[in-house]
């Protein structure tokens, strides 16, 4: 159970920064190479990598390399994985309601 609630916190992590929605949005319209977003964002290289990393460790975002740039896009399979999840946890679970609400009675 644990590898699934780490794979959980890694899916939220990818989506609680502003500059990983800003990628999002940006990714929304196709794929975009690296030098665009850092053009787009106004951020550094390294703080660039740093947020792909963690988008594509979700596997939210895929890269692919073409010569010394990496080409990013969202990654369908992974979207989808996301948001089995978020309904996972937001969906209640059919439980009597006679027997959750009793305390100790």
């Known amino acids: 159970m644990s590898s699934a609630y780490n794979d959980t916190v890694k899916v939220f992590k990818a989506f609680c920064d502003e500059n990983r929605l800003k990628i999002l949005e940006q990714l929304r319209t196709g794929e975009k ?3 665009k977003l850092l053009d787009e964002l106004h951020i550094t290289q390294p703080t660039l990598s740093h947020h792909m990393k963690l988008l594509c460790d979700a596997d939210i975002v895929q890269g692919r390399k073409e ?3 990496v080409h990013y896009s969202i990654n369908p ?6 948001q089995k999840i978020l309904e996972q946890l937001v969906t209640l ?3 009597d309601e006679q027997d959750e609400n009793l305390c100790g009675e």
């Open 67 to 69: 010569g010394k740039w």
């Open 77 to 82: 399979e992974g979207t989808k994985r996301a």
């Open 33 to 35: 190479c690296a030098c």
């Open 93 to 95: 679970n059919n439980v």
